[in-house]
């Protein structure tokens, strides 16, 4: 008859004890028991394979009328486990147990390699597509074929703007002349100025997560919000208007922030930058006079059926994607302010999202975490690389609901967020999005 055990839990079967270390895991050698050590920092296979030191310090929890199992000593639980048993709750906006470090060294070295070649693939494929969905609907010309011509091409024109955005991380290639080259026509094709944008975007990396210093998205203030027309504040978070934000961004900002993409003395830029601005914003308006002279060639009607009305399909997918990777989650993510605030926290409050068939077309870029921590690996290799990061990541990598051949279930992610994340705190290090009852309506339970 077993023997057993009374316990907080009632009376369960007293588990063998051994006297010494098992056989059984003697290439590793010894387990050993540390009381000032976390199990998530302590635990360090790579480092360990690294150095050489085959060993593991394990900790955990001791309570003196608690008899630990094997699982505990060997460190093995799981976090729903302990939870169940009293641990506290995750607290995202909790300082993680890892470091960056950590993260990248759980990534697969082959995984930072950058291939022109692969890359420059990409281009090609995505050029081809775009002019010959442009060929089959002009030839055809049918009011049926327009509706899907108009879905596929501004999407297609989205995956262009992935490729550029890749050359403006430089995880392109190696060659920065070959990224602005490629880059700029990318960009410039469809309407977007490749150094300007470039340059915010790369802050918005550098600060994403911080109220005040990010770019893009980033949340309002209760007195900015506050000050805005009640119109101001329709348009900024009532469908379809968040989604054709991306232009208006471009020419002004957000609210609460002053300063052009195409203006060389924006306070975006440092004085350095000035002749990159330049050139983009004439790259530009060059692609401006072409899509006039074209207008006048083929006439107003045909571009607008062949450019135009895709370019606003391309701008509504650029906004959405954009903007689900910092919103709609079913649970709050945190923002902060001073010396909460670091890159690493801000980059684990993104959100990785599924899209179906469109992954492959638009380049993976809704695998967005380990992006946003580590821009420089090439995006198809950011699957791999999150596969590899989410042991090391745990709760703080939130994993992605699965997706239909198409993403229609972002649009309920996207509906919800619109009407509850409207402003965070005027104060506090660590904040989260709060709602305007007045501005859908009563306030709801939640």
Not at 168 to 182: Q, T, Y
Request: aromatic share 14%.
């Amino acid at each position: 008859m077993a023997s057993l055990v009374l316990s907080e839990c009632g009376v369960r079967p007293l588990p063998r004890i051994f006297a010494k270390p098992r056989t059984g895991f003697s290439k590793f050698g010894s387990f050993q028991v540390s009381k000032t050590h976390s199990f998530a920092s302590s635990l360090n296979l790579l480092n360990g394979f690294n150095d050489r030191k085959w060993s593991l310090n394990v900790s955990v929890p001791l309570r003196g009328h608690e008899i630990l199992s094997e699982e505990k000593i060997n460190g093995f639980r799981d976090a729903e486990e302990e939870e169940e048993e009293g641990g506290n709750e995750f607290d995202p906006g909790a300082p993680p147990p890892f470091k960056l470090s950590d993260v990248r060294a759980a990534i697969p070295k082959h995984c930072w390699v950058k291939n022109p070649w692969r890359s420059m693939s990409y281009v090609v494929r995505d050029v081809a597509v775009v002019f010959g969905l442009a060929a089959v609907a002009a030839y055809f010309n049918n009011w049926v074929v327009w509706p899907l011509y108009w879905m596929a091409q501004g999407t297609m024109f989205w995956a262009l703007f992935v490729l550029g955005h890749d050359c403006g991380h430089g995880s392109f290639s190696n060659n920065p002349k070959l990224n602005s080259v490629v880059g700029h026509l990318l960009h410039s094709s469809i309407l977007v100025p490749y150094h300007g944008w470039r340059i915010s975007h790369r802050t918005h990396h550098q600060n994403h997560g911080h109220v005040e210093n990010d770019e893009s998205w980033h949340p309002l203030s209760e007195k900015i919000y506050k000050s805005l027309d009640d119109a101001t504040r329709m348009l900024r978070f009532t469908l379809p208007f968040p989604m054709l934000a991306f232009p208006i961004y471009l020419w002004a900002r957000t609210p609460g922030k002053k300063g052009s993409h195409f203006h060389p003395e924006s306070d975006l830029f440092v004085p350095s930058e000035r002749r990159d601005i330049i050139t983009s914003t004439a790259c530009w308006t060059a692609m401006a006079a072409l899509l006039v002279g074209l207008s006048f060639t083929m006439g107003p009607l045909q571009m607008l059926k062949l450019y135009f009305i895709p370019y606003w399909i391309f701008v509504m997918w650029l906004d959405l994607v954009t903007y689900l990777h910092h919103h709609g989650h079913d649970d709050k993510l945190p923002w902060y302010r001073g010396n909460e605030w670091s890159y690493l926290r801000g980059g684990l409050t993104t959100v990785d999202q599924d899209y179906g068939w469109i992954n492959n077309i638009h380049h993976d870029i809704g695998t967005h975490v380990i992006h946003h921590l580590f821009p420089q690996i090439p995006h198809y290799h950011l699957i791999e690389a999150t596969e590899a990061a989410k042991p090391v990541l745990g709760k703080y990598y939130r994993e992605p609901k699965k997706s239909g051949p198409l993403p229609f279930h972002l649009l309920g992610s996207l509906i919800r967020s619109l009407k509850r994340d409207h402003y965070v705190s005027d104060t506090g290090d660590v904040v989260y999005y709060q709602k305007n009852p007045k501005l859908h309506g009563p306030k709801t339970q939640e």
